[in-house]
């Protein structure tokens, strides 16, 4: 008898046990698992969030800048850029275009990486000059230089491309910019 009772105890006792680790492995994968996902989904919002309030901090300087320089604006009560009148660059003037130019993007506190003037607009006899130009630095030095250009060079016709980008790995950016400039008759 002891033998069908000790039997019936060991079968009685491993159902018992894979009831019970049934039971853990159930309440892991209903309760734990789904848990554990919606946690890492979490993690991921929560660095995404982070690296997009680190590019705000980016912007904060210039952000300030605008403001004040609105502030300015509305007090004034002045609703565009003051245009400056000056003289119509020359013919065979690319020297003194170039002098201009980093002359503005100095005062700016910008690095000039290039200024290209387009040799067929010279050439040609247009009456204009298209220039590229290319510099580098501050995001919120780029408001002070275009204004600077604007009155270095008052005979800028119109802006035909801009284009600022991110330089890798720093704070640093690039402005390409392509105009063209009255050029009086020789």
Not at 5 to 26: D, E, K, R, V, Y
Not at 44 to 70: C, D, G, S, W
Request: proline share 3%; net charge positive.
């Amino acid at each position: 008898m002891k033998s069908k009772f000790a039997s019936f105890l060991q079968t009685h006792n491993l159902i018992f046990i894979l009831l019970c680790l049934t039971g853990i492995l159930g309440f892991f994968l209903l309760v734990i698992y789904p848990n554990q996902k919606r946690a890492a989904a979490l993690d991921r919002e929560i660095e995404t969030v982070r690296t997009q309030i680190e590019k705000q901090k980016i912007f904060i300087p210039m952000y300030e800048q605008l403001r004040r320089i609105q502030k300015a604006v509305k007090e004034t009560g002045t609703d565009s850029l003051p245009l400056q009148k000056g003289k119509i660059t020359g013919a065979g003037d690319t020297h003194d275009i170039r002098a201009r130019i980093k002359h503005a993007a100095e005062e700016s506190r910008l690095a000039v990486a290039a200024i290209q003037p387009d040799v067929e607009t010279i050439i040609g006899n247009t009456g204009k000059i298209r220039a590229s130009i290319i510099v580098a630095g501050g995001y919120s030095d780029f408001r002070a230089f275009l204004i600077k250009l604007s009155r270095e060079l008052p005979s800028i016709e119109y802006t035909e491309h801009m284009e600022i980008r991110r330089l890798a790995d720093s704070r640093q950016y690039e402005l390409l910019l392509d105009i063209w400039i009255i050029q009086a008759s020789t």
